[in-house]
């Protein structure tokens, strides 16, 4: 009787592993980082060609796509939906978003090209680091300066977007904005530095 029982219950297949990775990866912080990576395209488009609708336009997306940054880590933390695909994802689109505006800036003159070069790169730098240290399992976690300069970065661009729109305000909102950029690049510097003495002394302590 058993036997008939066990033969008439419908055969299950557990579900491919792939699959549930996948299944995993698809979650609203991850949906939100990929979105600030679908607004690059749009900010360049917009501010490809700087006229005064377009740059406020262009500044309101940026903002939009920098704040997305800020909602993804709060999502994947408050959620638990902290995963490798979105480990990968959130700092390449970080740094795509601040590239594209700094390239664009540099091609509009109103970022000083040596000032983009040492942005970029520490921002190479920084992620060679990450991802030797990750092929020796060791997790270097983001700097409290690092978080800082971003944030100087962010505002710095959007300044230095809007002075195509607010024409009256274009000189201060240069002056603060290349401020602002002058300070990014100071921290992002020293969050390098940090990143780089993190690194050896955990290869070190690895080794003893």
Known sequence: MRVTEALKQPETHPEPLASQKSVGNVNLANLLTLARILLIPVFVVLFSSPTPMRSL??????IVAAVT???DGYVARRRG????????????????????G??????????????????????????GIRAIAASEGIVLSAETIGKWKMTAQVIAIVLLILESSLTSMAHPLHLLGTGLLYVALVLALVS?????????????TKRL
Do not use: C, H, M, N
Not at 192 to 204: E, M, N, S
């Open 57 to 62: 336009i262009a500044a309101l997306v940026f």
């Open 69 to 71: 940054d800020l909602l």
């Open 81 to 100: 939906q902290i995963t490798k695909l979105g480990k990968l994802l959130d700092p390449i689109a970080d740094k795509l978003l601040v590239l594209s």
């Open 102 to 127: 700094l390239i664009l800036l540099v091609q509009f003159d109103r970022v000083v090209a040596l000032v983009a070069i040492l942005i970029i790169a520490r921002e190479v730098a920084v992620t």
């Open 192 to 204: 390098g530095g940090q990143y780089l003495v993190d690194f050896w002394r955990k290869v070190a």
